[in-house]
């Protein structure tokens, strides 16, 4: 089985940006480099701090600063917790996420 490298994320309340409205995010594993800087622990505690530096590095569109203040709750969590599910090793992944 492989493990998929990234997520696509649709959000309950869209981010406007101008004019662009944004539905659906998706959200990609980082590599050690994006994380350097970040609190490990904070991030795997859904820090919002943390998560506001990690997400405009990986995810698609690029959510930005004034992006991430602007999400619900709710997106907010769901995208983090995409983020952190990539910091689990692929055999644990399948022993969580078993198929059917």
């Known amino acids: 089985m492989t493990t998929p490298t990234s997520k696509t ?6 981010i406007k940006r101008g004019q662009q409205t944004i539905n659906e995010v998706t959200v ?3 590599n050690a480099g994006e994380l350097r800087g970040l609190s490990l622990s904070s991030l795997l505690t859904l820090d919002v701090n943390e998560l506001g530096k990690l997400l405009p590095r990986i995810t698609t ?3 930005h600063e004034p992006d991430i203040q602007q999400l619900d709750p709710a997106d907010l969590v769901e995208l983090g917790t995409g983020a952190i599910s990539f910091f689990v090793k692929k ?6 996420s078993p198929t059917a």
């Open 9 to 14: 994320i649709m959000l309950d309340t869209p």
């Open 28 to 30: 990609r594993k980082p």
């Open 61 to 63: 569109p690029i959510l």
């Open 91 to 96: 055999d644990k992944q399948e022993a969580l």
